[in-house]
């Protein structure tokens, strides 16, 4: 428990920009593949953006020309960079390692986009 710590969510108005960021506390950080997931109000989780080595990361189809994922493995930490924020964009957003099948979570920021 308390892996995965999510911070920096909030409302935010359409357009607008937020930076969510994942604090750890695994050993062996560089191994693992960072990502954040979001699930909406009767909807999936679903992928936003994975991050292993830090020239190839990968988006969701959704977010990609508009959101940055970002790790530092010094500090053990991954942000997401979400800018030009729509409705759409409304979701609880959790922080996710993953290797080799064994997978953790945070608890999860809410992100919310209205005016």
């Known amino acids: 428990q308390g892996q995965l710590v999510e911070s920096g969510g909030g409302l935010v108005q359409p357009g607008g920009s937020l930076r969510l960021s994942c604090k750890g506390s695994?050993?062996?950080?560089?191994?693992?593949?960072m990502g954040w997931y979001r699930q909406a109000p009767g909807k999936e989780r679903e992928m936003v953006a994975t991050?292993?080595?830090?020239?190839?990361?990968n988006y969701g189809d959704s977010v990609k020309g508009r959101f940055i994922i970002s790790r530092d493995n010094a500090k053990k930490t991954v942000d997401l960079q979400m800018n030009s924020l729509n409705s759409n964009d409304t979701a609880v957003y959790y922080c996710?390692?993953?290797?080799?099948?064994?997978?953790?979570w945070g608890q999860g920021t809410q992100v919310t986009v209205s005016s």
């Open positions: 996710n390692a993953n290797f080799a099948g064994a997978k953790y």
């Open positions: 991050i292993k080595d830090e020239d190839r990361p």
């Open positions: 695994l050993s062996l950080w560089n191994i693992y593949t």
